[in-house]
């Protein structure tokens, strides 16, 4: 069985996300997307654990957990063989700190300029229609805008 994980704060969760997951999903038994903790996050942890969960809820090939430690621990724990992510996200891991066993997938995909720091920037700019159709929210996420 592969596992793989996708390790990001999700925050906001959006369709460039989404497009990253299933890819995951095409060369994995089961994806396990990690969130990581930000220290100054548009969303409450919890409430984004809760929107990828009610996204992916016919999905049992996916669990979704919250990443509060070491994520060498965290891939070494939950048996993690491949780490799937963005060409954004590769600055985001220090290979030598990871498993010698586990490999490194990245996915390009048409939403790769989609990276949390530009939706956040569009949100604190007030600027939150030119963003919306790429945000996976419910109404009341909107409200807050």
Partial sequence: MIKSVIYNSFDPFHIG???LIEKALKISDKVII???PEKKSIFDIHDI???INGYFKYNKRILTLIC???FKLFCIHNGIKLICGSFQEMCDYDFKKLPED???VLFHNKHN????EFIK???QDGKINEIKNFLICSNDVYKAF
Avoid: P, Q, W
């Fill in 113 to 116: 300029y989609l990276s949390t």
């Fill in 121 to 123: 920037g569009k949100i």
């Fill in 49 to 51: 654990e809760r929107l």
């Fill in 68 to 70: 509060f430690g070491d």
């Fill in 34 to 36: 990690a969130i990581k």
């Fill in 17 to 19: 996300h989404v497009s």
């Fill in 102 to 104: 586990i490999d490194y």
